[in-house]
């Protein structure tokens, strides 16, 4: 196929695929934004067209998640890895300890991280299982006197979600949702603090938002690097030094793009649609297995294998062929995965679909 005009349909965990109306737009300004002569890449952060940016940027989030007033929105970079270190910093205060659930490779890597700080309780786990499963509340045991408890809405590498939120009484509840911010609606004011890095569902790489509740901020440990606190970061507009202002820029056009959808509970539905699409193929025969629990199983990354792994290859080789890219499971998990974020149409679920039923018919 003649790849030079045609955009493939990009599986991408992350950096992932962008909606084509944003890029275009992203062409369109590139040398010239709203008539200034410069490139969004080229002006300074504190100068007029950037403030204004920024403002439109941080509005039209709000707008899409409903974020109350009393958080603050944070625009920062380090990726999500960066806010492993600095949630216990901002959220330990006194307390000697955290409660995090354990679902897979991320909360591991938070887990390890925190660790580094303060003693980790590990109120749930589907180690037993190897992390195919989002533990029932009722599994969690929660240490009233923990800081806060951490958890992973969605589990990037897994492809296991929580389809609820959990409720920690009064403990603060902090999520690393950087593969399923905006791709549902959630209740902001459930949470204390959400993070996310943007290059799944939001932007380029090189951006991390953070929406934390005001009363969390100004407790960082003294100790704290200046970049990682909160505190600093918010009195400061996210620009205590200079932002990622590409990556910003690019986030809104995103926002813009899924306001013109519709919103949240819009994209939602077209979510629940791909990811139905695709499961449906893989349980409609013993060739294609997904291990996760199916009440579990994650919209945005959807992991399965082939019920004769020596035809990985040639599955990879052949979906190329058709302009099916990126569909090489994690190495820690191995077999497939597509990953359905927003920017994904239906139609590139279709054909992984008519793919995926010609290959079996093929080789099955
Ligand atoms: C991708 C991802 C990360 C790592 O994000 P970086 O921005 O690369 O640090 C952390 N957590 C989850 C759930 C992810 O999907």
Redesign the pocket.
């Known amino acids: 196929m003649d790849r030079r005009h045609d955009r493939i349909f990009n599986f991408s ?2 950096p992932a695929m962008l909606a084509a109306e944003v890029l275009q737009t992203a062409r369109d300004e590139a040398l010239d934004w709203h008539g200034s002569g410069m490139s969004v890449m080229e002006i300074s952060h504190r100068g007029p067209e950037f403030t204004e940016i920024l403002r439109q940027t941080e509005a039209d989030l709000r707008a899409l998640m409903a974020i109350p007033h009393n958080y603050k929105v944070l625009f920062l970079q380090g ?4 806010q492993f270190t600095a949630v216990p910093l901002n959220l330990l205060r006194a307390r000697k300890s955290a409660d995090y659930v354990e679902t897979g490779e ?1 909360s591991k ?1 938070a887990i390890a991280e925190a660790q580094r700080y303060c003693q980790v309780n590990i109120a749930a786990s589907s180690r037993d299982a190897n992390f195919s499963y989002a533990p029932a509340q009722e599994k969690w045991r929660l240490d009233p006197q923990a800081a806060y408890v951490h958890y ?1 809405p ?3 590498i897994g492809g296991v979600e929580f389809n609820w939120t959990p409720d920690t009484n009064d403990v603060a509840l902090v999520a ?1 949702m ?2 399923s911010i905006l791709s549902r609606p959630i209740d902001v004011s459930r949470f204390a603090v959400i993070y996310a ?1 943007a ?2 569902n939001i932007g380029p ?1 090189g951006l ?1 938002i953070v929406i934390v509740r005001e009363d969390l901020i100004g407790h960082a440990a003294p100790q704290t690097p200046v970049m990682l606190d909160w505190r600093i970061q918010a009195e400061n507009d996210s620009m205590y030094n200079t932002p990622p202002t590409y990556p910003i820029y690019m986030a809104g056009l995103t926002f813009q793009w899924l306001k013109k959808q519709g919103g949240v509970a819009a994209i939602e539905k077209i979510n629940i649609a791909k990811a139905r699409l695709l499961y449906d193929q893989i349980d409609a025969s013993d060739f294609y297995r997904c291990p996760v629990a199916k009440s579990d199983r994650s919209r945005m990354n959807v992991a399965f294998t082939l019920q004769d792994s020596s035809l990985d290859g040639e599955f990879l080789r052949q979906a190329e062929e058709r302009g099916l890219l990126q569909l090489k499971g994690h190495r820690a998990v191995g077999g497939m995965r597509a990953s359905l974020y927003n920017a994904m149409p239906v139609a590139g679920v279709q054909a992984l679909v008519d793919f995926m039923r010609d290959f079996e018919r093929r080789q099955g």
């Open positions: 965990p992350g990726g999500a890895t960066t991320w890597k992973t969605n589990e990037t690393d950087s593969s890095g290059q799944k790489s991390t």
